[in-house]
């Protein structure tokens, strides 16, 4: 079954205790991207990758890192989590041709909450 | 700068009534890709359709459909004799696709749909 699974589901944790959760995808899609949820916010974009080795910011990157070393994995890195971090996580991926937006594929979502 | 506005924050139908979801884009670019995601209380992000800018036939599917007008730069999504499986959160989104691929949301709309 074609799917993007993430890791934890939920988490909660305490202020700078570093976490990473993982993403993974078996599509062979080329593009990765992380997405967190807030009330009122919609969605925005908090990293994104292109390919194995390319990574690049989104809009809300402050506090994060992501690393690709493989195509089908993106973990996405809190180094020091605070309490505006407390948010839900979206991973998701896509083909990526000719510039041409493809559907994305959301993960499950993982439920952040930073005390 | 790119913007998605969903001024409707939550809707209330009754069942078998006709509801509109309202999307509004604003952007510089003449090539763009608009999207629509639902988001039901299970949490994940169901892609329901995409469209490109040069395309500006509207399209149905089933009880969904939608209505893309450049000119009010409105891209509308119309639920035909609602459901209470159509309860969910609405996002609609832009991408202009390119490197970052990413997804300009709007705020999302909450519908209700009551037996």
């Known amino acids: 079954e074609a799917q993007v699974t993430q890791n934890p589901r939920y988490l909660i944790t305490v202020t700078g205790k570093k976490l990473t959760v993982t993403c993974s995808q078996n599509m062979n899609h080329e593009y990765m991207s992380w997405y ?5 916010l919609g969605l925005r974009q908090i990293y994104y990758s292109m390919n194995v080795e390319a990574t690049d910011k989104g809009d809300v990157p402050e506090g994060y890192k ?3 070393k493989e195509k089908r994995n993106f973990p996405l890195i809190l180094e020091s989590p605070s309490p505006n971090q407390t948010s839900l996580y979206f991973c998701a991926s896509s083909f990526l041709r000719r510039n041409e937006p493809y559907e994305q ?3 499950p979502g993982t439920r952040l909450t930073v005390t | 700068a790119q913007k998605v506005t969903q ?5 209330s139908v009754v069942e078998k009534e006709d509801v509109t979801l309202d999307c509004v884009y604003e952007t510089r670019d003449t090539t763009y890709y608009l999207f629509w995601y639902k988001q039901p209380p299970s949490g994940e992000l169901v892609f329901l359709i995409r469209r490109n800018s040069f ?18 730069s409105s891209f509308n999504f119309t639920i035909t004799a609602s459901q209470v499986v159509d309860s969910a959160v609405y996002f609609c989104a832009l991408s202009l696709g390119g490197a970052t691929n990413k997804l300009i ?5 909450l519908l209700a749909v009551q037996p």
């Open chain 1, 36 to 40: 967190r949820q807030d009330p009122g």
């Open chain 1, 66 to 68: 992501v690393s690709r």
């Open chain 1, 105 to 107: 594929y959301f993960g």
């Open chain 2, 7 to 11: 001024a409707q924050t939550e809707i």
């Open chain 2, 55 to 72: 395309d500006e036939q509207n399209e149905i599917s089933g009880r969904y459909s939608w209505n893309f007008q450049k000119s009010t």
């Open chain 2, 105 to 109: 949301f709007g705020t999302g709309t």
